[in-house]
């Protein structure tokens, strides 16, 4: 009997799955107590980025750098 699934369906919703689907992203800025507006002035800064850090590299988990995102914004208040 043969699996219908591949092993990178396990990715997605961990992090590792990069880009991100928009509602996953929502979703863990919710979890996080942020706004829906933050999630997607994140999710758009990222794509502008083409999900590459600072470095010109492809990030390996987008959720360490939403939870920078999130942390920079609770400094700033």
Not at 29 to 48: G, P
Request: with cysteine.
């Amino acid at each position: 009997m043969e699996d219908n699934y591949r092993m990178t369906d396990f990715k997605i919703g961990t992090g590792a799955c990069v880009p991100p689907v928009l509602e996953q992203v929502v979703i863990y800025f919710i979890e996080k107590e942020c706004s829906e507006d933050t999630a997607l002035n994140f999710f758009n800064r990222m794509r502008s980025q083409d999900w590459k850090n600072l470095k010109g590299a492809i990030i390996k988990n987008w959720k360490q750098h939403a939870w920078r995102w999130i942390l920079n914004l609770s400094i700033k208040k």
